[in-house]
């Protein structure tokens, strides 16, 4: 079985490698880079995989996920550049990072898969975006899907739908929280205590996902299943609709997307610089 080697083990990084583990790859096939040697050793404790450094990582592994930050990729880039196999598939989760920046440091025609996860990830429940560079093909993007596949849901688009992707799904759980927290306060308006009140709307969001994912219906006409006539719901659904909620949504996830593509063309600008 192919070796994979994690860089940058944190929160992304580490929910991969036990996606990994969960979905049957042997530790023995898994390798993490650190910084901090405590935090490699509680790694490599927790999960019996190995530590090493970046050129190691190169040096052995057939496909290389990076999961270092954006503004962490420069001396990561240029380790890997120094020894990576001609054949290595490299799979970068950066947020806004083009694979052209990785095509332009590793040698020439290494193949990379661009990918935008979220942090679901943390509980194998991931929505994950894959996009191939220009040394990329459907094989590599297969292997990439395959390697998500344990961590969640894997869906391809063009890199050119990166930016609305961070916007929709990489930021989206953050919509759902926000939305859960003004729910629970709307709990607490109307006297329930907070406990129930956090209780009641975590189980309907569990309740409405899990509907939603197994293909219960389209979303208008599981509301509209709930909406009857004179009834609770369409009150609530006019204020919503009163206060702009639909054209607000609209307008946040656009803002999403805009200041997606400004943190990209500020990576290129200090590249360039
Ligand atoms: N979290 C999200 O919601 C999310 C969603 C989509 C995409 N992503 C992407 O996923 C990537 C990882 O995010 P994260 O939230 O997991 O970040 P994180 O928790 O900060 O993890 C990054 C890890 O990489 C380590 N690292 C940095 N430079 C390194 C180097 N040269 N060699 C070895 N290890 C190095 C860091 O160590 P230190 O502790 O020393 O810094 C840290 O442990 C990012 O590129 C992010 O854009 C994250």
Do not use: W
């Not at 592994?61 to 380790?79: G, S």
């Not at 956090?198 to 899990?210: D, F, K, M, N, R």
């Not at 702009?244 to 593509?261: P, Q, Y």
């Amino acid at each position: 079985m192919a070796t994979i080697a994690v860089l940058g083990a944190g929160k992304i990084g580490e929910a991969l490698l036990s996606g990994l583990l969960h979905g049957g790859r042997s530790p023995g096939d898994l390798l993490f880079t650190e910084r901090h040697p405590e935090r490699a050793a509680e790694l490599e404790s927790a999960y019996g995989v190995t530590g090493v450094t970046v050129a190691e990582a190169a040096r052995r592994a057939d496909l290389l996920v990076v999961a270092v930050k954006p503004q962490d990729i420069d001396p990561v880039l240029a380790e890997l550049a120094q020894a990576l196999r001609p054949s290595s598939l490299v799979v970068s989760l950066c947020a806004g990072l083009p694979t052209a920046l990785f095509e332009r440091t590793l040698p020439e025609g290494t193949p990379v898969v661009r990918v935008m996860p979220n942090t679901p990830m943390l509980v194998g429940e991931a929505m994950s975006a894959v996009s191939p560079g220009s040394h990329a093909d459907a094989e590599h993007v297969r292997q990439v899907t395959d390697l998500l596949s344990c961590v969640g849901k894997v869906v391809e688009v063009p890199e050119s739908q990166q930016d609305a992707v961070t916007a929709l799904s990489g930021s989206g759980p953050a919509y759902f929280f926000y939305l859960v927290e003004a729910m629970i306060d709307a709990g607490i308006l109307l006297g329930l205590p907070r406990a129930v009140a956090e209780q009641l709307i975590v189980q309907s969001a569990v309740g409405a996902a899990t509907m939603l994912a197994e293909g219960a219906g389209h979303p208008v006409l599981l509301r509209e299943a709930v909406t009857s006539p004179a009834g609770t719901t369409i009150n609530a659904i006019r204020e919503l609709e009163k206060h702009g909620v639909r054209a607000a949504l609209l307008a946040a996830i656009e803002a999403a997307r805009d200041r997606s593509v400004e943190l990209g063309r500020a990576h290129e600008d200090s590249e360039r610089a």
